[in-house]
């Protein structure tokens, strides 16, 4: 690969590609005219597909792209201007085929940080590591999250592409793990930066972690290796599911107390405690979700047809 210093645009364009389109296929109408627009300064490729899912628009970038390095970005965050650069300077110092790099997403400052997106933050995002010890560090193959994450398409191509019935997050750790069982490494880098561009909500949070159950349940009967298992957390579910059902709605009425709890003038020891409490009630609630995704998606298997 050439020295990244000396790479212009459209070298940085031989070696990547950017997918530009909505989350579940099918680009909404202002994307072949931003296409154009760039298309005298950038070697773009546009292509349009019917609305057949995001594992299937990936799967089709990933196919028609002719570059060594392919980057995805997703549809609700803006790249940093270095996040290219950056990128490809860690394919350059880890230039084994099977090595990917994983760049930072933060919030961006458009729009305030409730305490629902500090928690994603914690959970999801890496954020509970400090950078220095994150820096080049190894990450588990559920860390290929693409839309920050950058691979050699020659892996990517020889050992497949997304499961296209799984969606909303688990395609991608899905990918991730069939990968490892070829080598994959995920080097971590603070510096390939893309910005989430879109504020998430607590309910909206709950319907997306009971569908995340049903892809969960999905994930485990196409993989019956443990770690899988284990990641899925299918076995239980069903036993302990009556009992969470039981005090969900409880918790979600004390969950929208909280917060509105919050937003009146409190003492800062009292302001402290209702935090804890509510990041408790977060975790909760959103396993809560997960499990009823699970179960829902047991009964539909078990209904005769």
């Known amino acids: 690969m050439e020295p ?11 070696n990547l590609i950017s997918i530009i389109g909505s989350p579940r296929s099918g680009s909404q109408q202002t994307t072949p005219d931003i296409c154009r627009m760039f298309s005298s300064r950038l070697a773009l490729k546009y292509l349009s597909l019917t609305r057949s899912g995001i ?3 990936k799967n089709l970038g990933i196919y ?13 965050e803006i790249a940093d201007p270095d996040r290219l650069r950056e990128h490809l300077e860690g394919h350059e110092k880890n230039s084994e085929e099977t090595v990917a790099v994983l760049g930072d997403a933060p919030w961006a400052q458009s729009f305030p940080v409730t305490e629902i997106m500090k928690y994603v933050s914690e959970i999801e995002d890496l954020r509970f590591i400090p950078v220095s010890s994150r820096e080049e560090q190894q990450f588990h193959f559920n860390y ?5 994450s950058s691979c050699k398409r020659s892996f990517m191509v020889r050992h497949g592409g997304f499961k296209q019935q799984l969606e909303l997050g688990l395609e991608d750790i899905e990918l991730g ?7 994959l490494q995920v080097i971590f880098n603070p510096k390939a930066v893309s910005y989430k561009n879109r504020p998430v909500f607590y309910d909206e949070l709950c319907r997306l972690s009971e569908k ?14 443990s770690v899988i298992q284990r990641y899925c957390q299918v076995d239980d579910a069903k036993e302990k599911w009556p ?15 909280i ?17 804890r409490e509510l990041k408790a009630l977060y975790g909760w609630t959103l396993d809560a979700f997960t499990m009823k995704g699970i179960v829902e998606a047991m009964r539909c298997q078990e209904r005769p047809r």
């Open 144 to 148: 290929l999250r693409w839309g920050r």
């Open 243 to 257: 009992d969470i059902k039981q005090d969900l709605e409880e918790k979600l009425r004390r969950v929208h107390e």
């Open 259 to 275: 917060d509105a709890l919050l937003t009146s003038s409190l003492e800062r020891t009292w302001e402290d405690l209702l935090l």
């Open 4 to 14: 990244v210093q000396a790479l212009t645009q459209k070298q940085f364009c031989r």
């Open 212 to 225: 995340q159950g049903t892809l969960q349940f999905l994930m485990r009967r196409l993989h019956r290796d």
């Open 177 to 183: 793990y069939r990968l490892s069982k070829f080598g």
């Open 64 to 76: 028609a792209a002719n570059g060594r390095v392919l980057l995805l970005l997703n549809e609700d």
């Open 55 to 57: 594992s299937a628009a």
